[in-house]
Nanobody
Framework: QVQLVESGGGLVQAGGSLRLSCAAS????????MGWFRQAPGKDREFVAA????????YYADSVKGRFALSRDNAKNTVYLQMNSLKPEDTAVYYC??????????????????WGQGTQVTVSS
């Protein structure tokens, strides 16, 4: 069983930047795709970004495209989400997850198996 721990969240002003990290333990995740989702109060969990096992293919929600950048360091068993030009509407709890099963939809939370506990990102206007 893999455990995921997100870090790097916090309070930032609009236009600022944060880098989230997702560190995996208990199992190597270098063979699996990884994803980030977020959930704002009163809203459903929504897809943010995903990366395939090698880092060669990236997927982004339209709302973050051009502002967020996802990367991974398989040697460190860690995935990073660089968030730039943050907006108040980016405020949410951000979760990382492992997509251990082949196939499926990178954009759907149902395709992911293991989830972290989340890290809060708050963007003030």
């Amino acid at each position: 069983q893999v455990q995921l721990v997100e870090s790097g969240g916090g309070l930032v002003q609009a236009g600022g930047s944060l880098r989230l990290s997702c560190a995996a333990s208990g199992r190597t995740v270098g063979s699996y795709a990884m994803g980030w989702f977020r959930q704002a109060p009163g809203k459903d969990r929504e897809f943010v970004a995903a990366i395939n096992w090698s880092g060669s293919t990236l997927y982004y929600a339209d709302s973050v495209k051009g502002r967020f950048a996802l990367s991974r360091d398989n040697a460190k068993n860690t995935v990073y989400l660089q968030m730039n030009s943050l907006k108040p509407e980016d405020t949410a709890v951000y979760y990382c997850a492992v997509k251990a099963r082949g196939g499926g939809d990178y954009y759907s939370a149902r395709s992911y198996d293991n989830w972290g506990q989340g890290t809060q990102v708050t963007v003030s206007s």
